[in-house]
């Protein structure tokens, strides 16, 4: 399933683009369910940076699910490539549960406005698979998937907006 935000930081794309790349641990207290991104390797090539980044959720597992997901499981690799030359990235996300059932890939692009501003897009594709899943019914686990996949994308669209508004208070802080 798709997913796309596409939101305006004003500040100049350089400047949004590094900010993305290079200081998402400066981010993090102006992200209020995020309690780290560590960066736990980063490899450049001229214009290209490839970076390994271990998000870190601040939510509670919810008590019906703690059986399940332990507090270990609210942390994911973000695979990126930088390109500096495009103003890309190119992503893919791995969870630390069901990790051969869920897929994430995508890429943003930061765009000028014209205005001394950056209209950042992000996009890609969410794929969850049931199968294996225990306690989901095989015959199930197909007609399931895409109401999953539908409310999780629910969860993560709102999510890349709040990081476009952080990072935007983030430079804005810095301004001051």
């Known amino acids: 399933m798709k997913f796309r ?21 400066g981010v993090v207290p102006y ?10 390797s980063r490899s450049e090539a001229g214009a290209v940076v490839k970076l390994h980044n271990e998000w870190v959720s601040d939510r509670e597992v919810p008590k019906v699910a703690a059986s399940i997901i332990k507090p270990e499981h609210l942390k994911w690799d973000d695979y990126a490539t930088w390109d500096v030359n495009s103003f890309t990235c ?15 890939v995508g890429g943003n692009q930061f765009l000028d406005d014209g205005k001394g501003g950056t209209r950042v897009i992000l996009q890609g594709d969410f794929e969850v698979s049931l199968k294996d899943i225990p306690g989901v019914p095989r015959f199930l686990a197909g007609t399931i998937a895409p109401q999953v996949e539908k409310f999780i994308i629910g969860l993560i669209q709102p999510n890349l907006e709040k990081v476009n508004v952080a990072v935007g208070r983030f430079l804005d802080a810095e301004k001051a």
């Open 31 to 40: 992200l209020d369910d995020i309690k780290a991104v560590n960066v736990l």
């Open 90 to 104: 190119a992503f893919e996300i791995k969870t630390r549960i069901f990790i051969e059932n869920v897929k994430c």
């Open 5 to 25: 935000s596409e939101s305006t930081i004003h500040h100049p794309r350089d400047v949004v683009f590094a900010a993305y790349r290079d200081r998402l641990t």
